[in-house]
């Protein structure tokens, strides 16, 4: 059996640091920016950047339809900070005009732990990738402010101002962290992905 094909859309955000991370986990990463690419793929990671301007790219490179339909029929997709809000059905702090992937019956808050300046750190526990809690790096971070019944909390903050607030779920085949784990040396985040895709 072939491993996984795991793409990271590549229009704007980290995209390099994800592949890298896939490549560890067992599956092959490709970047995707184009509709060809998009539909050669097995699962897709939506990296961290600013989530306005991923959208437009998206509509300007006639994208987001594809994705959408695609995630509709089932295509896994992982979202990282920006990725979460654009897997989110509704955002809150948003511009009037911002769009999104959707998918995920979530309510998000854009910045919601404040300025990059305020970026942090965080042990998050997330007992689903293992016992150990995960080393969360948190950048102009959103968190989940409301979920749906199908949507399953997978990590909340420790701690803090900010404590208890929903920063890891899950939803079928849409998984969202509101921190970045490839910039961390641990990949239980990427592989549980990848177990998620060849599932």
């Given at each position: 059996?072939?491993?996984?094909?795991?793409?990271?859309?590549?229009?704007?955000?980290?995209?390099?640091?994800?592949?890298?991370?896939?490549?560890?986990?067992?599956?092959?990463?490709?970047?995707?920016?184009?509709?060809?690419?998009?539909?050669?793929?097995?699962?897709?990671?939506?990296?961290?950047?600013?989530?306005?301007?991923?959208?437009?790219?998206?509509?300007?490179?006639?994208?987001?339809?594809?994705?959408?339909?695609?995630?509709?029929?089932?295509?896994?997709?992982?979202?990282?900070?920006?990725?979460?809000?654009?897997?989110?059905?509704?955002?809150?702090?948003?511009?009037?005009?911002?769009?999104?992937?959707g998918g995920m019956d979530v309510t998000v808050r854009r910045n919601a732990f404040g300025r990059q300046v305020e970026s942090f750190?965080?042990?998050?526990?997330?007992?689903?990738?293992?016992?150990?809690?995960?080393?969360?790096v948190f950048i102009r971070a959103p968190w989940v402010e409301q979920s749906g019944p199908d949507v399953e909390v997978l990590g909340?903050?420790?701690?803090?101002?900010?404590?208890?607030?929903?920063?890891?779920?899950?939803?079928?085949?849409?998984?969202?962290?509101?921190?970045?784990?490839?910039?961390?040396?641990?990949?239980?985040?990427?592989?549980?992905?990848?177990?998620?895709?060849?599932?």
């Amino acid at each position: 059996m072939r491993p996984p094909i795991i793409g990271v859309l590549a229009l704007q955000g980290d995209a390099r640091e994800h592949l890298r991370r896939i490549a560890s986990s067992g599956a092959t990463g490709v970047a995707v920016r184009r509709r060809a690419e998009l539909d050669a793929i097995d699962g897709l990671i939506l990296p961290g950047g600013e989530s306005t301007t991923i959208a437009k790219l998206l509509n300007r490179f006639e994208l987001m339809e594809p994705l959408r339909a695609r995630i509709r029929a089932g295509l896994p997709v992982y979202g990282s900070c920006a990725g979460m809000i654009l897997l989110a059905d509704r955002i809150l702090d948003a511009p009037a005009d911002q769009d999104t992937i959707g998918g995920m019956d979530v309510t998000v808050r854009r910045n919601a732990f404040g300025r990059q300046v305020e970026s942090f750190e965080n042990e998050v526990p997330i007992p689903a990738v293992g016992q150990c809690s995960f080393a969360a790096v948190f950048i102009r971070a959103p968190w989940v402010e409301q979920s749906g019944p199908d949507v399953e909390v997978l990590g909340r903050v420790s701690g803090g101002a900010a404590d208890g607030k929903v920063v890891a779920v899950r939803q079928g085949g849409l998984l969202a962290t509101s921190f970045h784990p490839e910039l961390t040396d641990d990949g239980r985040i990427h592989s549980f992905f990848v177990d998620m895709v060849r599932g």
